[in-house]
């Protein structure tokens, strides 16, 4: 399985915008990007996903590198319900269940 | 709509016990999963399905077992319970291909004593 690289924390203020990296250099051509988010006693909450292009929801915006080697979730207005772990994951799209793999996320500290 | 219903929230089990954590999701998914998170850590795959009779191992299968007689319902079992298997569960589903949203239960926390 494709494997994803994110940065263990960030931080960010309130009403402040943050970018969440996330680097993805073995993705296969029929793997989609994933973004997921999981705050405290709770399981994972759908964020966002795309194949190519830039994507944008009610949520979130993702910005998808041309050679889709990397990939950044953009909160366009951090409030504190937006602190939790974001994890960055290649949903298998060749069959096989199309099972995400989880790594250990990015926690997403923010302060007033 | 009730989404992925997981059963029981909370259990402490005592080594060597055994037990069936019940997930049922009302969407009419094909696709459904079952991974388990230790503190600190993200989520492991151990069993999914991707239809009504159609089990198969994920990372972490050792120690469980999942049927799928129906669309609705994946059951995980768990045999012979052992300290290792202290961890929250989650299950989830899907529609079929890896364009589509993956919707998770709340959870269910696992003590074995």
């Known amino acids: 399985d494709a494997k994803t690289t994110q940065p263990n924390s960030m931080e960010s203020n309130e009403e402040e915008p943050v970018h969440l990296p996330c680097n993805h250099s073995?993705?296969?051509?029929?793997?989609?990007i994933h973004w997921y988010r999981q705050l405290p006693s709770q399981g994972p909450e759908y964020v966002i996903h795309?194949?190519?292009s830039n994507v944008n929801n009610r949520m979130a915006s993702l910005a998808i590198a041309e050679d889709r080697k990397s990939s950044t979730l953009i909160l366009h207005r951090a409030t504190l319900r937006d602190a939790a772990v974001y994890y960055c994951i290649l949903r298998d799209g060749a069959g096989g269940g199309n099972k995400l793999t989880f790594g250990t996320g990015t926690q997403l500290k923010v302060e007033l | 709509n009730a989404g992925v219903t997981q059963t029981p929230k909370f259990r402490i089990l005592k080594i060597g016990q055994s037990m069936t954590l019940q997930c049922t999701q009302d969407?009419?998914?094909?696709?459904m999963y079952w991974y388990r998170q230790d503190p600190g850590m993200g989520l492991k795959l151990i069993y999914y399905s991707v239809g009504a009779g159609i089990t198969d191992k994920g990372e972490v299968p050792n120690g469980y077992n999942v049927s799928r007689s129906t669309t609705e319902d994946f059951p995980l079992r768990l045999e012979l319970a052992a300290p290792s298997q202290t961890s929250v569960y989650f299950c989830?589903?899907?529609?079929?291909?890896?364009?589509?949203?993956?919707?998770f239960g709340e959870g269910s926390w696992l003590t074995v004593v």
């Open positions: 989830a589903s899907s529609p079929r291909r890896s364009g589509n949203t993956i919707y």
């Open positions: 795309g194949l190519t």
């Open positions: 969407m009419n998914h094909n696709y």
């Open positions: 073995t993705i296969s051509g029929t793997d989609y």
